[in-house]
């Protein structure tokens, strides 16, 4: 196997789910998200193990995802957050995957599928857009979707959603924009009530208002990203500690490779395309098999992101290339060929970064770092 690999740590991500369930009361479910495969880390081992560890839902984005956890023979529902197209509809169905839906076309296309497939009974959620100007109905349209719903027959709502905007920016514009949010939510749920309309499972809580509002739970949250050990974005580790609501998330993802070369460099010697990183004094330069095509992305280079190699950080020389990028391991060079080189991940296996240093040092955030990783990188589960 290449030395360039994603370990994927199932006892940290079933460690986090523990941690996270600790903010919850014992009745409220747990919706875990692992779409994009499970924001790069492997779907189906990280929604069993989440399973395993209590969630009692899982959610994907697109259809194909849904159905690659019931291939694996997962029966939990699923929850599919974005819409598929027309003609996935049958197969949306019949997998036992359960839509948002919305409006009167969208929810007529799943009726029909299900006429057709005689299914008497299938399960959709209906997503309001509170302010988060995605997709949803209006609050003020919830009770008349929800008739719509009912009046198909053959549809049943088991639950009303809603998304956040700004619930990872701790600003008072955040706070008082989700708070608004919350309150459209709770008019959306009472409007479905008022026309005698049972909404099901009410779900809002994406990771950063799982761990910053208790008080918006209501029956299930959604957490995704603390799932796999990275706080979001605002609501990071030291604001929620100085709330007095700390949990201990560990790192799922550990992305490790090697130095498959060392060579000495005299001073004046450049390194890399552009010719952008030149050798200021003798020095030694590592190479290390990873690359854009892995996810360890061009825009790293010549920013602050480093690779450690035995318990030491080292800069990247010049631009990262597509399979391969350099690193300056000094003069006094310690580092032997084929020692181990770890760009992220958790402290126990030598990493001194996280994906949360890289977001930060490029502008993004450590969603987009995972997510980024590509196939190319196996994915080496370990318990
Ligand atoms: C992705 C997603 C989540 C999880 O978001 P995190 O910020 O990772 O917790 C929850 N709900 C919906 C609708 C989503 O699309």
Known sequence: MRATRALIHLGNLKNNIIEIKKCLKP????????????????????????????????????????VVLRNAGIASPILMLSLCSPDEVEEVVSAGITPFVFDEEYIELFSSACKKLGIKKFEVHLAVDTGM???GCLPSEAGNIALKIKNCGNLVLGGTATHFALSDCVSEKGKSYTKFQFENFLEAINNIKSVGINPGICHCANSATTLDSPDMHLDMVRPGIIVYGYYADEVSKEYLVSKGKNVELKPVMTLESCV????????????????????????NVGVVPIGYADGWFRRFSECGVKVAVNGKNYPICGRICMDQCMIDLGADCTAKRWDKAVLFGDSSDGALQTADDIAHLTGTISYEITCGISKRVPRVFVQ
């Open 27 to 66: 009745e409220t479910k747990m919706c875990v998200a692992v779409k994009a495969d499970a924001y790069g880390h492997g779907a189906v081992p990280c929604a069993r193990a989440a399973l395993e560890a209590g969630a009692d839902y899982l959610s994907v984005a697109t259809y194909e995802e849904g």
């Open 133 to 135: 100007g995605r997709i």
């Open 260 to 283: 498959s070369s060392i060579r000495k460099f005299e001073k004046g010697k450049f390194a890399g395309y552009g010719c952008r990183w030149e050798a200021k004094s003798d020095t």
